[in-house]
């Protein structure tokens, strides 16, 4: 049986990515839009408002939450690059998740994402490994690099992902 809390495995990281795993990280990130996209075409918006496990999002929560925690962690990254180890802001997913914009329909936030991860993605593309190095504080994770939040959020772009199959395929 599949774990629906995380279904692709929790995120791991061991260190700073190889030229390999860095491209492959790149490369989820960038194309996530337009798979988000195949992904949601043809389905209901009551199939939307389904949760993908008991006590989780609902479909619809997760493709918004998508938008915010990755434009979000594209701000992070431009702080990060721009000047010397700032310390960004925490923020409560799941009060996020609760405010009326999560309802909307999924496809303003899914053509969203779209700009945003090509954005993000030709950014990253366009770093040397210096840069990836490069540090900002997190209020509760302590000093983070590029490198972790690009593999982080390669791996959560997928997370997400199977939790909406989970949601639209069970």
Known sequence: ????????????????LDEHARLHAIELISTLGSRLSELLSGYSDHLMDTPYRPNGWTARQVVHHLFDSHATA????????????PTIMAYNQDDWAALADS?????????AIGGLQARLGFLL?????EDFEKTLQHPERGSITIDYLTALYSWHGEHHLEHIRLSLHD
């Open 1 to 16: 049986m599949t774990d629906k809390q995380f279904p692709i495995g929790k995120f791991t990281y061991t260190g700073l």
């Open 74 to 85: 594209y701000m992070r990254i431009k702080f990060a690059l721009t000047q010397d180890n």
């Open 103 to 111: 309802k909307m329909p999924v496809h303003v936030s899914a053509s």
């Open 125 to 129: 593309a366009s770093l040397n490994h």
